[in-house]
Each structure stands twice: as C-alpha cells, then as structure tokens.
C-alpha cells in the first residue's frame, strides 16, 4: 500500500544482457535515509517525500540495475558548500525562519540540524556521483538533488544550497578544466544555478522549462508553452541534446512560446522534469528523462 499503483504494475524483468550493459551505471542518493526527516518538511506542501526511493525501486523492479550498483552519498563539507555560498549566507542556514522560508513552512516545523543533514546528504551524492564520472569515465545518477533555485547568497524553491554548482565548483578545485554542460529540465528556469556560474566561462547552463522568468544571463534557454505534449517536447529537447555547448558570450535565441508583453523568448536549453498541470507529458517522456 506504501507503493504507488504505477509500481505495481511493472513491465516484465529485463534480460540479463540489459543488466549486464548497466553496471557502468551507479547510483548514489538512495532515499531510504532521507525519508524521516523529509517527511515532516514536505508532505505538507504536496511534496512526495519519497520519491528517491520509488525511483529505485522501480529501477532495482525492473533489473535496469543491481543492488550491488547502490550506494549512499557522504555528506557534503561546509568547506565544499563555501567555494559557492557565502558565509553569511551558510550560517543562516542554522535558523528556523531561513530555513522556513527556503521550504514554505511554519519556522516551528523545522529542525534545522535534521534538515540540513537532509540537504547535505543530497548535494553530497551530486558532488560524488560528478567526481565518480570524470574518474571513471562512466555515467552516474542521484537519485535527489537538482537544488536549482539556490544562488551564491539566498535560497528558495525548496532549494537551500545549489549541488550542481557545488559539484561544478568541488571538479575545478580538483583540477578538472575542460568544459562543462549544465542541461536543466525543471519545469522552472534554474536561475540559482545561473548566479551560482556565473563566473565560470567553461560551463555551459541550458534549461528546457514551462516558465518564463525573464532574461537570464549566460542560460540558453527554451520556454515552452502551457500544455505543450509530448511531441513538441521532445522535439525540443532534440534540439537541445544536439546543439553544440557555445561559449557564454554567445547564446542562442529562439521562440517557443511568446514572452510576457509579447516580446519573444530566449531559448536557453533544460532538463526533463515535467509537473502535471504544466506540461501534458506521457510516461514515454518520464521513460526518457536524465537528471543533472
């Protein structure tokens, strides 16, 4: 009863030879450990709690992956957290109301210690699955994070502290220079993670949304309508997936739907996370999402 309807009827078992071309995958971010303390911040605010872990079990179900490819993320270091947050900012994180307002919630809901145990444990399995990447060559997933509304100096969105550019931030400071892509496919446009890289000309952030914002310096960005289907969505993400990673000083412009005021929207490039009511996206679009 704890499963939802769409897990109980799970398609046949993989063969082996599936299972067998997946263990260059790993995952880290299982939800298990995440859910007590999740459960009291977001199941309030219509938030399913436990979506990491009806990700891996369906993954696990369905033998796209073995038990032996999980493993659960370390927490992320404050030291880690500084090369993109401000201090100021850091130490805010320890109060009731910053926190409360990050989550939308009453300040007398939150633990602050709990929570950012949380958050921590999330951001670290994106710093860990980025690192395991570029050392191994191989492709790899949390299955929580994405925290894309958080900037240098500020929170919201449910995003207390931005992961992605974390783990941007932690690969330079290892050495790592080539150029990286950022592809965002929220249903809203990843303006933390755009203040977050700003300062980084190798990195290239694209987000694929259902919202427009505005203008967002150094983003390549798609806006795609109200009840756009599956078919222009994808079309979209072609694109998206296809087009080259250009330097910051030279974005891409197009339309897709039109800009508040009539004026036309940027096209900046995204990531696949489409929200009923927002976008109409089938299970076949779900079947093709990938997460930064």
Same mark, same amino acid.
């Given at each position: 009863q704890l499963v939802p309807s769409g897990l109980r009827q799970l398609p046949p078992a993989l063969p082996r030879e599936r299972v067998e071309q997946s263990q260059a995958i790993g995952i880290t971010g299982r939800g298990r450990e995440l859910d007590a303390i999740a459960l009291g911040i977001e199941a309030p605010t219509g938030f399913e709690p436990r979506r990491a872990d009806f990700a891996v079990w369906y993954l696990l179900a369905t033998r796209w992956l073995a038990p032996r490819q999980m493993r659960a993320p370390p927490l992320v270091s404050y030291g880690d957290l500084a090369r993109v947050h401000t201090p100021e900012y850091l130490e805010t994180l320890s109060e009731p109301d910053t926190l409360a307002r990050i989550f939308s919630v009453d300040p007398s809901d939150v633990v602050p210690d709990q929570l950012m145990r949380t958050v921590?444990?999330?951001a670290g399995a994106t710093l860990e699955a980025a690192r395991d990447a570029v050392a191994r060559g191989r492709p790899c997933l949390n299955t929580l994070g994405g925290f894309h509304h958080a900037g240098p100096a500020r929170g919201g969105g449910f995003c207390? %502290?931005?992961d992605v550019a974390v783990a941007v931030a932690a690969l330079r400071a290892d050495g790592f220079d080539a150029p990286v892509a950022v *592809? +965002?496919?929220?249903?809203h446009p990843p303006d $933390?993670? &755009?203040?977050c *890289? #700003? $300062?980084d000309p190798r990195c290239h952030l694209a987000s694929l949304s259902g919202s427009d914002w505005g203008r967002? +310096?150094? %983003? +390549?960005?798609?806006v795609l309508p109200e009840g756009c289907g599956d078919a222009r969505y994808l079309t979209a993400l072609e694109a998206?997936? &296809?087009a080259d990673v250009r330097p910051r000083s030279l974005p891409r412009r197009r339309s897709e739907a039109p800009r #508040? $005021? $009539?004026?036309?929207?940027t096209l900046r490039a995204g990531a696949l996370a489409c929200r009923t009511g927002e976008f109409d996206a089938s299970p076949s679009v779900a079947g093709h999402r990938r997460d930064t």
């Open positions: 921590r444990l999330a207390a %502290v931005n *592809l +965002d496919f929220d249903a $933390g993670t &755009a203040a *890289l #700003r $300062g967002l +310096d150094g %983003v +390549d960005e798609t998206l997936l &296809a #508040r $005021g $009539g004026r036309p929207s």
